[in-house]
């Protein structure tokens, strides 16, 4: 069974402190690892696609990496808009085309 | 483009009433569509996905069922509401096996009473 762990489950940070969101995963051949963005009371918004190890992607202050375990979310000078909580998610190569999800990482930012 | 609707966004029902969430999907045919529910501390927890008119498949035994009578059109409903349904449920849609993830719907908070 796939599994996805994000931690920590909660961090607060003050505004340009920089930090990152861990995403251990298990899961039989990795067709792609996505990671969300999700404001309180609102619907996960995407944010990146990892397919293979060592592969980056960047957005403003977000960089999202991949290893074959695991994956990093950098929040590199965070404001309190980046205040949110961010989802982790792996889709198999094989079988259904379902995400397996993580229980997320809540971010706080302090002005 | 591709864009989904879910509605109600709030919903207040008493223990027993029945329930009927609606989502749809525009702009892309033949859609992969999935009901989750996420409760606090637990994640998302998938109820149903649907990759086909009429096609149904349940992941978790409960007090729930979904329907998709139209290609773009996915329905959740209960005939009799339990204290435990109260939460945030959330419609989705993919396609394809591509790897392109989902793309979700703003939301419903339901709260039994």
């Known amino acids: 069974e796939d599994q996805v762990t994000q931690s920590p489950e909660a961090l607060r940070l003050q505004e340009g402190e920089s930090s990152s969101l861990n995403c251990s995963y298990t899961?039989?051949?990795?067709?792609?690892l996505f990671w969300y963005r999700q404001d309180p009371g609102k619907g996960p918004e995407f944010l990146f696609t990892?397919?293979?190890a060592g592969e980056e992607k960047e957005k403003e202050r977000l960089k999202a990496t991949l290893t074959k375990k695991e994956s990093f979310l950098h929040i590199t000078a965070p404001k309190p808009e980046d205040s949110a909580t961010y989802l982790c998610?792996?889709?198999?190569?094989?079988?259904?085309?379902?995400?397996?999800f993580g229980k997320g990482n809540q971010v706080v930012v302090i002005p | 483009s591709q864009t989904i609707h879910q509605w109600p966004a709030t919903l207040v029902q008493p223990v027993g009433s029945p329930l009927s969430l609606e989502c749809t999907v525009e702009?892309?045919?033949?859609?992969?569509l999935y009901w989750y529910r996420q409760a606090a501390g637990r994640g998302l927890q998938l109820l149903f996905y649907?990759?086909?008119?009429?096609?149904i498949s349940s992941e978790v035994p409960q007090n729930l069922s979904a329907s998709r009578p139209q290609d773009r059109q996915f329905i959740l409903s209960s005939k009799k509401l339990l204290l435990s349904d109260s939460g945030f449920y959330l419609c989705?849609?993919?396609?394809?096996?591509?790897?392109?993830?989902?793309?979700f719907g703003s939301g419903t908070r339901l709260t039994v009473v």
């Open positions: 990892l397919y293979s």
């Open positions: 649907s990759v086909g008119i009429g096609q």
């Open positions: 998610a792996v889709q198999a190569l094989y079988g259904n085309n379902r995400l397996a």
């Open positions: 989705a849609w993919s396609v394809g096996r591509t790897g392109y993830g989902y793309t």
């Open positions: 899961v039989s051949g990795l067709r792609g």
């Open positions: 702009g892309t045919s033949n859609p992969n």
